[in-house]
């Protein structure tokens, strides 16, 4: 039902939905996952976390997620997991992977507990992706 609703909400010809374990730990405690990593920075600018009362097949979920997805490539919902689009799998698959390795980045980071060093420009004008 979720992706029969992205396919008729969007222009994508691949939908990839994903279980990523350190994306969803951060899903649980923010409303988008912005990367502080170079490559996930350029590529997802920041990621919308998407909160469903009952996040698992309802048509409801369905719809947000699709209306989500008209604006980016990928979103979180909430505590459970990623929804990309691409206009293949391995696109979509790329920014899943993309941002479970910038979320894993950025735990790596909070766990080193040093003072973050800003080198991006304009990071805080972004707005979708």
């Known amino acids: 039902i979720v992706h029969r609703a992205i396919y008729k909400a969007t222009p994508a010809l691949a939908v990839l939905h994903c ?8 899903s ?12 996930a920075s350029y590529l997802l600018k920041k990621v919308p976390v998407v ?16 209306a989500a997805l008209q604006s980016y490539k990928i ?14 799998l391995d696109e979509a698959f790329h920014w899943s992977s993309t941002l ?7 735990l790596k980071a909070k766990l080193i507990n040093e003072p973050f060093i800003e080198y991006r420009k304009m990071s805080e004008e972004y707005t979708k992706w």
Do not use: Y
């Open 19 to 26: 279980h990523p374990r350190t994306a969803i730990a951060f």
């Open 28 to 39: 649980l405690s923010r409303d988008e996952i912005v990367p502080i990593d170079n490559e």
């Open 51 to 66: 909160t469903e009362e009952f996040p698992s097949g309802t048509p409801e979920m369905a719809n947000k997620v699709a």
């Open 75 to 88: 979103i979180m919902l909430r505590g459970h997991g990623s929804f990309a689009t691409g206009q293949t």
């Open 100 to 106: 479970e390795e910038a979320c894993d980045i950025a």
